[in-house]
Nanobody
């Protein structure tokens, strides 16, 4: 399994970014996908996850209403649209593939991880 995340960068508070994750080597149509993040000096935390058909979405409370997770099954891509960014959103963002179809909020339920893409939000 390979997950390639991209789209990170530097933005001012209130701005937007869209992260992308290209997946290969897995049965994308039956795998839940998620985004996690790790800020400097902190543990990795859940951000958002999406079921294979897109019918179930889970979000961390801290990003609900600002971030949107989506997927393109034909292209095997997962996206994270991030709006109204805040300095506290600064982190390395990781794309992950779950063991099953359920978009879990638990890191342990994911067994494939991409490299991080850095998002920096300045005030």
């Amino acid at each position: 399994v390979q997950l390639q995340a991209s789209g990170g960068g530097s933005v001012q508070a209130g701005g937007s970014l869209r992260l992308s994750c290209a997946a290969s080597g897995l049965t994308f149509s039956s795998t839940a996908m998620g985004w996690f993040r790790q800020a400097p000096g902190k543990e990795r935390e859940f951000v958002a996850a999406l079921s294979p058909g897109g019918g179930i979405r889970n979000y961390a409370e801290t990003v609900k209403g600002r971030f949107t997770i989506s997927r393109d099954s034909a292209r095997k891509m997962v996206y994270l649209q991030m709006n109204s960014l805040k300095p506290e959103d600064t982190a390395d963002y990781y794309c992950a593939a779950a063991r099953t179809y359920y978009p879990s909020v638990r890191e342990d339920d994911y067994d494939s991880w991409g490299q991080g893409t850095l998002v920096t939000v300045s005030s």
